[in-house]
């Protein structure tokens, strides 16, 4: 049976772990996406406001999308997974159908996808540097923490 097909009797995420699926979310998305971009943009003497353009539409139109899959997949390991996206309360059941199928961690692809837009955005070689060096942490984490558990 797929891990995506509705069981009538699977229980219902809790209260609770929605609670730690948005807090998980917020925590994440603040140090990743604005704070440590900011400062990244901070250090460089780069405005807050993307410069005009067509780079800034497109961007912007690709942060939100990643966005919108995001909670889309957030969803599925509450729901689908038992569980959080978070470290300290990962989903009970391993997710292998739909996204999973074609790409070991499509939420991962989607934060890279993300800071990546920044970047463009901004057009900001250093922000293009934070998403590689980001990247590269991101494929760390899953090389010496999560497949060696799995």
């Known amino acids: 049976?797929?891990?995506?097909?509705?069981?009538?009797?699977?229980?219902?995420?809790t209260h609770g772990l929605v609670m730690r699926s948005l807090m998980a979310a917020a925590w994440f998305g603040l140090i990743f996406f604005?704070?440590?971009?900011?400062?990244?943009?901070?250090?460089?003497?780069t405005t807050w406001l993307p410069p005009a353009g067509a780079t800034r539409w497109t961007a912007t139109a690709v942060i939100l999308g990643c966005h919108g899959l995001l909670v889309l997949q957030i969803r599925r390991f509450m729901v689908d997974g038992g569980g959080t996206h978070a470290p300290f309360h990962p989903p009970c059941r391993l997710l292998h159908d739909r996204a999973y199928e074609r790409v070991r961690n499509p939420m991962y692809l989607n934060y890279v996808t993300i800071t990546l837009a920044e970047a463009l955005a901004y057009r900001s070689p250093a922000l293009l540097l934070y998403a590689l060096i980001f990247w590269g942490l991101l494929h760390f984490y899953v090389v010496a923490i999560e497949e060696p558990s799995l």
């Not at 069981?7 to 995420?13: E, G, I, V, W």
């Open 1 to 13: 049976m797929s891990v995506s097909a509705v069981d009538p009797t699977a229980p219902r995420p």
């Open 34 to 45: 604005i704070l440590l971009p900011g400062t990244v943009l901070w250090s460089t003497g």
